[in-house]
């Protein structure tokens, strides 16, 4: 399956929030457990990247005290 862009944000906010329920467009998906929802994303970075010609990804975290 060609996975898209917003498809991964759906589930990366579906992550964030804890919820193991996620909706791609008019498709909703419960997943059993947050290990399978992280082998999934993944999964979907990896075609995204190789369908954009992306090498990898790179993430820059900043943290402050406020």
Known sequence: MAWTQSQLDA??????????????????????????????????MAEIDAQSGAVGRFSRVSFSRD
């Open 11 to 44: 589930l990366d906010v579906a992550i964030s929030k804890g919820t193991r329920t996620v909706s791609y467009g008019d498709k909703t998906v419960t997943y059993h457990t947050l290990s399978e929802m992280m082998s999934l994303r993944a999964q979907m």
